[in-house]
């Protein structure tokens, strides 16, 4: 209502009864005062605040969703053929809770009414190529702050650029998403390196788990904290079936997330950056307050007292998690990432980094409790962060109910053996040895402003250039205080050693004036205790945990792990690929590096 200050307008009170004037003079006044009361900026948001919010919610009162599932592939006289999909990239809104207001956000999907968080999963057939082609429906603005100082695409005439990445998949170059193909709605704007619309991946890897996300310059932290994730699958019946594992309703992804939420419902990503006057909005890691699961907060899962499958996706900015089941039951893993396991592990907890996946089974029918929590016990930032509360302490619940009497039998299994060629000696020797160095650079008041790989930025030259169908040793030696989960595109991976540094600060001295491992001693320096890798990690991977103060020595493979082949396609092509730490902060400022292959 406008505050009306004309003499004018007073004027024309003039000829009304003084009670009347006095009384619409009061009226303009008390409106005034609501104007200026409604300017006054709402209070800052706090850490209290959205502690708050998320300890508003009660825990376990929203069942577990399960995303749609969209088959990329087809069939024509018995025979599986390819298919071609288009999905969407759209604004709508999402419940996350039952008391919580509707959430705006960025959802994939084959129509809006259809988009979720996560995107729908996609099921695709080993061998069988699938096109995808990625379409942008988002408005002009984002629904979250973003950084400009960040290297950043920044289109000329509005809109969120967008770009899809498939995570833990083979393809040529040009169909990897690379974060300078970015594109906004309708195409109206591009990035450099942006070719075409439809992507085609040739599904040629193992069967296994895969992901697929936004990966759009400087923009992958906020467009995925909006929620541009989806899960992925690549099935191989020959593979798959003899193993007898739980399917069919048995067969569950669980999407975890942290998020925060403010007041009205919306996601809350911080404005102000820890450095300010180097970065106005950039932070080194997002940490959420609430967990969901499938794009609920805490929810529940009704189960049988029968083995579930379960494929387990941290889909977190920066939150490691460590998860377990309360009442002491183990999870039996048969696979991470995009790859089955040589054999079953059997353990009673898992770390998941950011980006990582876990493939396992867990056996209900042994459970001595009739309810069991997924407690999370990992620190932030991890290691060696604050140790989860009562919130961020816990995941999800089962609940587990008697058999009924038209439950089909669990016929089930965890089997004895999986695939021979996890062994990472399945693939003969290296033909390179790199050296992989991760730095953190801070404010002298020891606030983060950037990390690098290698001292260098995504957009300086190219200096790993493996040749394709060829496997190396890389030495990555972590120098910063943060747990790095280490991500490449194309290739497959296992790290074989971790081995801790000695006199840390010195060599980390000498690394920062040098930038040469060789130079500065390294084998002096990595003479500390050994860790061994965790049995249920020992399988090829698309992210690799690497701990601060360590050198972890990391077998990668540039070829098709299974069959030991080049793959089928040009991998020299332009634009290459990259490598990076998934800690989406770090990624975006500006931990990625590019990855170039040569005949």
């Known amino acids: 209502m406008p505050v009306f200050s004309s003499f004018g307008w007073f004027g024309k009170m003039a000829g009304m009864p003084h009670r009347v004037a006095a009384a619409l003079v009061v009226l303009v006044a008390v409106a005034g005062v609501a104007v200026v009361s409604a300017q006054v900026p709402p209070p800052p948001v706090t850490t209290a605040l959205l502690q708050q919010v998320a300890g508003s919610l009660q825990m376990y009162v929203d069942p577990l969703p399960q995303m749609a599932k969209i088959r990329g592939y087809g069939f024509q006289q018995g025979r ?18 039952r008391d919580l207001p509707e959430t705006p956000v960025f959802v994939y999907g084959q129509c809006a009414d259809s988009a979720t968080f996560p995107g729908p999963t996609i099921v695709a057939r080993h061998d069988v190529p699938l096109s995808v082609t990625w379409e942008n429906h988002l408005p002009d603005s984002h629904i979250l702050p973003w950084d400009p100082t960040v290297p950043t695409a920044i289109p000329k005439n ?134 969901t699961v499938n794009g609920k907060a805490w929810p529940f899962l009704a189960v049988h007292r029968r083995r579930y499958r379960f494929r387990i996706l941290n889909a977190s900015n920066a939150r490691y998690f460590n998860v377990s089941l309360s009442n002491g039951m183990p999870f039996h893993v048969v696979g991470s990432d995009a790859s089955y396991l040589a054999a079953p592990v059997t353990v009673s907890s898992l770390l998941i980094s950011p980006a990582e996946i876990f493939d396992v089974v867990v056996d209900f029918s042994v459970s001595p409790t009739a309810e069991v929590e997924m407690l999370n016990s990992a620190p932030y930032p991890f290691p060696n962060g604050t140790a989860p509360g009562p919130l961020t302490g816990k995941v999800m619940k089962f609940v587990v109910t008697p058999n009924g009497p038209r439950d089909p039998p669990d016929n089930s299994t965890v089997p004895d053996r999986e695939v021979p060629y996890a062994n990472v000696a399945s693939l003969g020797s290296t033909s390179e040895t790199r050296y992989i160095v991760m730095y953190e650079y801070q404010t002298p008041s020891g606030q983060s402003t950037h990390l690098y790989i290698n001292g260098l930025r995504l957009e300086d030259p190219v200096t790993e250039t493996p040749r394709s169908g060829t496997t190396e040793l890389w030495h990555v030696i972590n120098l910063t205080g943060d747990n790095h989960p280490l991500h490449i595109h194309l290739g497959m991976f296992q790290a074989v050693k971790m081995q801790q540094l000695v006199d840390l600060q010195a060599f ?11 130079k500065c001693g390294v084998d002096q320096h990595a003479v500390g205790p050994v860790v061994p890798v965790p049995d249920h990690e020992k399988t090829w991977k698309n992210v690799v945990k690497v701990p601060p103060g360590f050198v972890t020595t990391v077998v990668v493979a540039f070829k098709l792990v299974d069959t030991n082949q080049p793959y089928p396609f040009d991998a020299t092509a332009e634009p290459g690929y990259v490598y990076h730490c998934h800690i989406l902060d770090h990624e975006d400022n500006a931990m990625i590096r590019p990855l170039k292959l040569l005949p």
């Open 80 to 97: 599986v053929v390819p298919v071609n999909l288009t999905i969407g990239m759209f604004q709508k809104k999402w419940k996350f809770h």
């Open 158 to 291: 509005g809109g969120v650029p967008t770009v899809v990445h498939l995570h833990g998949s083979a393809h040529p170059p040009q169909d990897d998403g690379s974060a300078f193909a970015w594109f906004t709605a309708g195409f109206r704007e591009t990035g450099p390196a942006w070719t075409q619309a439809t992507y085609r991946y040739p599904n040629v890897q193992p069967p296994g788990n895969l992901w697929y996300h936004d990966h759009a310059l400087g923009l992958t932290r906020a467009n995925l904290l909006a929620g541009l994730l989806g899960a992925y699958v690549i099935e191989k019946p020959e593979i798959d079936v003899p193993m007898d594992l739980p399917c069919d309703d048995d067969d569950l992804h669980l999407v975890v997330a942290d998020r925060s939420f403010n007041v009205d419902g919306s996601l809350y990503m911080n404005s102000t950056g820890v450095a300010p006057s180097v970065h106005p909005q950039w932070q080194p890691e997002y940490f959420g307050e609430a967990i």
């Open 508 to 518: 980390t001295d000498c690394m920062t004036q040098l930038n040469d491992a060789v």
